[in-house]
Each structure stands twice: as C-alpha cells, then as structure tokens.
C-alpha cells in the first residue's frame, strides 16, 4: 500500500476512510474551512500505456460529476464543494458525512424496522426528485451508494457520472453496459434504452425491497439469468417474505418496478407520498421480541441442525410467530390449509378419525402432509395443543420464495419428518395388530449374499 500523503493541494490529509480500484478517499482539513471534508484522490502516476484510455474515461467523469455538483444544492445529497482535474492527477473535495452505506443493512441479520426503511427511502425520493428537476439522473442507485448516520439523516453519493470511478474495466462483476450495477438496474438500462428520472426509481424500488426483506427481487445464478429475470419476471411480494412488511407496500413496489415506464412513478414526489400513505405498526422496541432471541431459538431446534445461519435469518423474516392457549385446533383433518408449523415450546396431540396417533414437542413439525401432498394437498390429521404451544408458522408461499439452499433444507427435513412420523404410526398400530405371519422363505432383502464356490 503506498505511502498516505501529508498534503494533496491546500489540504492537510488526516486519514484515509476508504479505498476503491481507482481512487483513494481521505479524511482532510481545508485551512481555510472549519468543518473536516472528505478527499477523493485518483493519481495517473505509474500507470500502464494500456490504462491511457481508462484515464482518460476518468477524466471525462470527473469533469462530469464537477459539473453534476454546480446544480445540486439539497440536505440528503452529498455536496461537493471543489473538484481539481489535472494530468497527473485528479481529486474532488465532498462533505465529510460519518455514516455507514445502506449495504450495512440490507442483510437478514440486520434489516431495519420497516418504518424506518421506508422513512430512508422517501428522503432519498425526495432527493432523486430535486436531481432530475436540475436536470440530473443518478443511474447508480443502489445500498453502496447511500449513506446514513445514527440518526437516520441520508445522503446520496456518487451522483452523476462519477459513479463509474470504482469500476475500472467492463469485466467488474458489477459493471455491465457503461454505467450501473446489474442487480438494481431498470430493464430499460439493461437494454441500453434512452433513460430518465424512472430508472432511479426503480432502482429505489429495489434497495427498499433489499432492506426490508434481506434479499434482491430478482436473482440468479449467472447474469444472463439475472438479466431475463428483470426483463420478463414479476418480483415477489415483500410482506411474504416479512411479515412485518404491511400488504400496501407490496403495491408501492410493485409500482417501483414496473417494466413498463408509463406505469411505474413518474417522479420521486410521488413514490414517496405513496410511501407515506402506507401505514405502519410500529412497536415499541422494548416490548417486541428482538430477531436476534428468535434467531437463537430457532437455532436450538433439531430441524435446523443442518441449516447455515443465513438461512436461519431469512427463517427469522419469513415466518410467523404464534402462541395459543390449550386445546386449540391447529389443523383440520381433511382441511386443505397448506401451512404448517414447528414448535419451539409445548405439546400438541395428533389424532386420525378421533383417535390419538402421536404427541408432538419442541422441534417437532405439524401439518405439513397438505404442503407434501402434490395431489389433492389435504391435511391427514387434526392438530390440537395439550399445553401452551409457541410455534413457526409458515407460509408455502413465503418458502417458496426463499433461496434455494434454505427450501431444499426445508424440503429433506420435512420429508424426513414425515417418514419418522409414519414409522411411529406403524409401531403404535403393530400393537393392536394380529400375530404376523412367519415366513417360509427369504429374499436378499432378508439376508446377506455370499458367494459360493463353483
């Protein structure tokens, strides 16, 4: 790592706080400026011949974010205060803000509560919406590119062109078609169409989707599936992936990430009003179970032994909490309810035809036979709790949206809990049965074979 400098122009360097492909941002003092800034260097010293036409591309966008900064002039966007471009190298000088990227939470672990999200994301409508009423389309919209502090106070960077400085080549993982990062790009940009204020939009619609749910509408194992997704494929709905997400702002995103331009937002004002309207539970933080103590509980339970924590997360988010008093009916035989539940504390009874076939406790399934029967997806039992029961809830629907890795764990689990569930059926009905009869002959599923000398 090269030596930090003492001086870059008239700024005294502190400290550097952050570092990418091209440039290095620092921490500096301006003599003549009270506040600390922060510096974003890029140096053309030591570079190949071959990297003359990157720099030169550099040049052109540093020039552009310079002009970008002379019209923005709102309290969520980052301010530039001066941008110096020369050829040995280039720096521009930004408000200082210390705050941490959206990325910090948009993970299962760590999403925000929904209120919270949605108040971040109207501010950062709002802000798109002065942008483009200076003329300005942002085209990089994404986590990484938003801050906030402790407070909840935004600031978008990187506006402009400039978002392009941090991808180097046309091979960076999150650089496709000049400008943009794949996952939170409008299917206009992926098709390389003329773009307006609708493209950030809907990239808004994807970060809000991200932190509430802990995942991307839209993904893929490679980008030319990624790509058709975003294209040709409807997102999922958010408040099934996160039941504390209200219905109403599955119809607010839906309307963010419409493929078709005349029927998503037309402006930032209006998706932020729209978030407004939207209401919201709020809980009181020290009432509410944190989903870290349910992280723990679940993490306990023998039916996710086998589960990463990842995926015990995406559990957290995805599924419902209940608690019932005894002798409460939680399935119906012959019912055709395809949710099923795994309890975390308490017994439940199940019965077939009025007679008890097995009790069930902590980390033990109920109900899934309606979700397992491929047919006519009934239930073959009634459920009912002996004791206060706490269990999962979940939803085919929300698990059908989960990451392939946490349904597939689903999946073997359940069919492995039927299996056991069947064979101790069998046992309790072999108690009643008839003596067996005794076999005359055995198969070579009876015994070893052996090989005999010829």
């Known amino acids: 790592m090269p030596d930090q400098p003492e001086r870059i122009g008239k700024y005294k360097i502190i400290r550097e706080i952050g570092r990418g492909a091209t440039a290095t941002v620092y921490l500096a003092e301006n003599p003549f400026y009270p506040e600390p800034v922060a510096l974003k260097h890029i140096s053309f010293r030591d570079r190949s011949k071959d990297e003359a036409k990157w720099n030169r591309r550099l040049l052109k966008l540093l020039r552009a974010e310079e002009s970008v900064a002379r019209k923005l002039e709102h309290p969520n966007i980052i301010k530039i205060f001066e941008a110096v471009i020369g050829e040995e190298e280039s720096y521009i000088v930004m ?8 990325e910090d939470f948009c993970s299962y672990e760590k999403l925000l509560p929904v209120h919270r999200s949605a108040s971040i994301v109207f501010k950062v409508a709002m802000a798109l919406d002065h942008a483009y009423r200076q003329g300005i389309v942002h085209r990089d919209i994404k986590p990484a590119n938003i801050l906030i502090d402790e407070n909840d106070n935004v600031k978008i960077t990187d506006f402009g062109l400039a978002m392009n400085v941090h991808k180097k080549s046309d091979m960076d993982s999150t650089f496709i078609m000049g400008v943009g990062s794949p996952a939170y790009m409008s299917p206009e940009q992926i098709k390389s169409y003329p773009l307006n204020q609708k493209t950030d939009l809907y990239s808004l619609g994807v970060v809000l989707f991200h932190m509430l749910t802990g995942r991307l509408p839209f993904r893929a194992k490679n980008p030319a599936q990624l790509v058709y997704k975003i294209i040709n494929t409807d997102p999922p709905s958010a408040s099934q992936l996160n039941p504390d997400v209200p219905e109403a702002m599955d119809v607010v995103i839906r309307k963010a990430l419409e493929k078709d331009l005349y029927s998503r937002y037309k402006n930032g004002a209006e998706f932020a009003k729209d978030i407004t309207s939207v209401q919201f539970k709020i809980y009181d933080e020290n009432e509410r179970v944190p989903d870290s103590s349910r992280f723990g509980q679940i993490r306990k339970l023998q039916f996710f032994t086998e589960f990463e924590d990842i995926e015990i997360w995406e559990v957290v988010r995805f599924s419902q909490w209940r608690v019932v008093e005894p002798l409460t009916q939680l399935v119906k035989e012959g019912g055709t309810d395809q949710r099923f539940g795994i309890i975390l504390e308490g017994q439940v009874e199940v019965s077939i035809g009025g ?17 397992m029967d491929q047919v006519d997806h009934k239930q073959h039992a009634t459920v009912v709790s002996l004791s206060p029961v706490r269990y999962l809830e979940v939803s085919p629907a929300a698990l ?10 689903f999946q073997k689990r359940l069919v492995t809990s039927l299996v056991r569930r069947l064979a101790q059926t069998e046992t309790a009905l072999s108690k009643g049965g008839a003596t067996a009869a005794r076999a005359a002959n055995i198969t070579a599923f009876g015994m070893e074979l052996q090989l005999l000398d010829s």
């Open 95 to 102: 408000e200082y803000f210390p705050g941490k990227t959206l």
């Open 400 to 409: 059908a949206l989960a990451s392939e890795e946490c349904s597939e764990h």
């Open 355 to 371: 007679r008890q076939v097995v009790i069930l406790g902590p980390g033990d399934t109920f109900g899934e036979s309606a979700y």
